[in-house]
């Protein structure tokens, strides 16, 4: 795979550049995920916060994990589509919502999380990390 790897949000108001490979790709099967993906569950790519250049406007907004954490989310104003979460306090890295990437391929779980709350019918691959919860 060679980076960058462009993405945007379904009406291309916001357009990204990933230039590095993410640190983790995680499949999160929380009730939380399952809303915002509208789907059984979410994949969030872990990266650096430097290795990713975004153009357009992004409204946010933000909820308080049952962590404790902030989980602040940036998405398009216009059509809706999250783009990425963070917590303010680690700015370093952030959680892209890569399915908006051009070239999805590299997005293979190596990790599902929140096996607790994910989908009967949904079997986890062989070979990946399973935690119940929040690692
Ligand atoms: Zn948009
Ligand atoms: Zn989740």
């Known amino acids: 795979m060679t980076y960058p790897i462009n993405g945007s949000c379904q009406c291309g108001g916001v357009r990204y550049t990933l230039k590095a490979a993410p640190l983790a790709v995680i499949a999160c099967h929380c009730k939380a995920c399952q809303k ?19 153009e357009g406007e992004m409204a946010e907004w933000s909820r308080l994990a049952d962590s404790g954490n902030t989980n602040a989310a940036r998405f398009c104003p216009t059509c809706g589509n999250r783009i990425y979460h963070y917590n303010p306090a680690e700015p370093g890295k952030i959680k892209l919502k890569p399915a908006s990437l051009d070239d999805t391929s590299i997005l293979r779980p ?25 690692p």
């Not at 096996?115 to 119940?132: I, M, N, R, Y």
């Open 36 to 54: 915002l993906s509208t789907s059984a569950f979410s994949i969030t790519a872990v990266v650096n916060s430097e290795d990713v250049e975004f």
């Open 110 to 134: 190596t990790a599902h999380i929140w096996l607790s709350q994910k989908q009967a019918w949904f079997e986890v691959p062989e070979g990946v990390a399973t935690h119940d919860g929040q």
